[in-house]
């Protein structure tokens, strides 16, 4: 294997919606954010009733002004609809991400459910440690074994029959510490803000690590963000007849990783304007945050700080998931808006009362 195909490979790894080797074994100045129609009448009810799971703070505030401005026909900050662009990272900016990203917990469960398809993975690493449900030895083999895993469960199918794989996963597997579905650890304050900016002429789209087509089957169900506002790493695929129907087959080879500086690169290729708003909670979305605060006019970008280590996890710069180091220092240096998840949400997770001390044992 060559230099360079290594070095793709490890971006693979690393970006395309799985999780780090090491993981598993151990508002901008001027602020901006969505789309839906007309900017609502009041801006405080709009606060009131959309944010209500935001505790006052300068956080909360940091958005209503920021809309406020520039939704106002009067406001010299005034950003007409259609160049109202919010992009938000996926993991852990609206759904948690710990103790492992989940698009890594979906391959696993298909490596048990290709296993009958496939005797010789009892004998075959990485597949018989998965299947004996040791996950430290099964990645022992570090990049060659993650390539093996993904390339099992994410290729060798047609997009339709991964869609249904996918629809299939999210709507039974849960969650290992809070029993609860993926698709029920959102976060409850940001859906609200997702609604929010849409209700003020926002368009609202995911700029995401994870793969394009593991999040599409259900991100409009979840967050209302259309396929077609879903932004994130694929593979390659290839057109072929089956049965006399085209379709397209899912190919072992990428074709796009959506993380890091390849963000912005995604942006410009699937929406083709700069965002005004930007939302992340890593340091993978560092540049995203740069390439909207870069633009002319008012603009916003906005961390997700992990604060809460009894709702949800507490991490930052240490963390080998959703590190937040370089982007916690560029944020505090150029006043971008810094959400503290202990201090500035009254709820984390929809089914969490608004009191509630939430899930514990982290």
Same mark, same amino acid.
Request: net charge neutral; charged share 25%; glycine share 8%.
């Given at each position: ?44 009810? *709009?606060?009131? *009733?959309?944010? *209500?799971?935001?505790?006052?703070? !300068? ?11 520039? =939704? ?29 990203? @989940?698009?890594?917990? @979906? ?59 996918? #629809? ?68 390659? =695929?290839? @057109? ?34 700069? !965002?005004?708003?930007? @939302? ?26 992990? =604060? ?25 240096? #150029? ?28």
């Amino acid at each position: 294997m060559n230099t360079n195909h290594m070095n793709t490979n490890r971006h693979l790894l690393l970006c395309f919606a799985m999780m780090s080797i090491s993981a598993v074994l151990g508002g901008c100045s001027n602020q901006r954010s969505g789309y839906a129609g007309s900017s609502l009448s009041s801006p405080t009810q *709009a606060h009131a *009733a959309t944010l *209500a799971s935001w505790n006052d703070s !300068p956080a909360k505030r940091s958005i209503t002004a920021f809309v406020a401005r520039v =939704t106002n026909p009067q406001s010299p900050d005034f950003v007409p609809p259609p160049e109202r662009i919010a992009v938000f990272d996926n993991d852990g900016a609206l759904w948690a991400e710990q103790p492992m990203y @989940f698009q890594f917990m @979906f391959a696993m469960d298909r490596v048990k459910a290709l296993a009958p398809n496939h005797p010789e993975w009892k004998e075959k690493e990485p597949f018989a440690s998965l299947l004996k449900g040791d996950l430290k030895s099964a990645l022992a083999g570090g990049e060659r074994a993650m390539i093996e895993i993904v390339t099992a469960t994410h290729s060798g199918m047609t997009t339709e029959e991964f869609d249904t794989v996918v #629809r299939d996963w999210v709507a039974t597997a849960k969650h290992p510490k809070t029993g609860k579905l993926y698709t029920e650890m959102v976060y409850q304050p940001m859906l609200e803000l997702l609604s929010y900016l849409r209700e003020n002429g926002f368009k609202t789209f995911i700029v995401s690590g994870g793969g394009i087509e593991f999040m599409r089957p259900w991100a409009e169900r979840v967050y209302g963000i259309p396929p077609e506002q879903v932004i994130g790493s694929s593979g390659k =695929t290839k @057109f072929e007849m089956r049965d006399g129907k085209p379709v397209l087959v899912k190919l072992p080879e990428i074709n796009f990783i959506d993380d890091k500086e390849g963000k912005p690169v995604g942006i410009n290729q699937h929406i083709g304007r700069r !965002p005004i708003a930007a @939302f992340g909670n890593s340091d993978g979305d560092l540049q995203m945050l740069q390439y909207t605060a870069a633009g002319s006019g008012p603009r916003f970008c906005l961390y997700v700080h992990h =604060t809460d280590a009894v709702r949800e996890w507490a991490y930052d710069r240490e963390s080998h998931i959703g590190k937040l180091d370089k982007g916690l220092d560029e944020a505090q240096a #150029r006043g971008w808006t810094v959400v503290d998840m202990k201090r500035d949400w009254r709820k984390v997770f929809p089914f969490e009362s608004a009191t509630s001390s939430g899930v514990d044992d982290r």
